[in-house]
């Protein structure tokens, strides 16, 4: 018999429709949990690396967009106590151009 065969597993199958079918022995990622290294193993741990990663990302993003929104608000809030008449023209004529397009529906 082949020293890639495992008893009662998929390797064989695998091994001959892939160059790497199965893994034998333990891995560095299934040592540390004490579970031997499958494929289903393998794209779990890779799944939830990529999710942890994505998640790093996303909260980066939030932390960034929130911060800007911020300091807008705050340049808004700045700009309207220094130029009140202008903020009302400036609002006056945004609400009256979006009466005008919803009006056209």
């Known amino acids: 018999m082949s ?13 001959a429709h892939s160059k790497d079918g199965s893994i034998r022995g333990q891995t560095p990622a299934s040592e540390a949990i004490g579970q031997p290294a499958t494929p289903s193993n393998m ?14 990302v996303l909260g980066q993003a939030r932390d960034m967009v ?14 309207v106590r220094e130029q009140p008449v202008l903020a009302l023209m ?7 151009t979006l ?5 056209r529906r």
């Not at 794209?43 to 790093?56: E, I, K, L, M």
């Not at 929130?66 to 700009?79: K, N, P």
């Not at 009466?99 to 009006?103: C, I, S």
Request: net charge negative; charged share 15%; glycine share 18%.
């Open 3 to 15: 020293e890639n065969y495992t008893e009662g597993g998929a390797g064989p199958s695998l091994a």
């Open 43 to 56: 794209a779990r741990d890779a799944v939830s690396n990529a999710a942890a990663s994505a998640n790093g």
């Open 66 to 79: 929130s911060e800007r929104g911020g300091q807008a608000a705050d340049q808004l809030g700045q700009f």
């Open 90 to 96: 400036v609002t006056g004529i945004l609400c009256l």
């Open 99 to 103: 009466g005008v397009f919803l009006g």
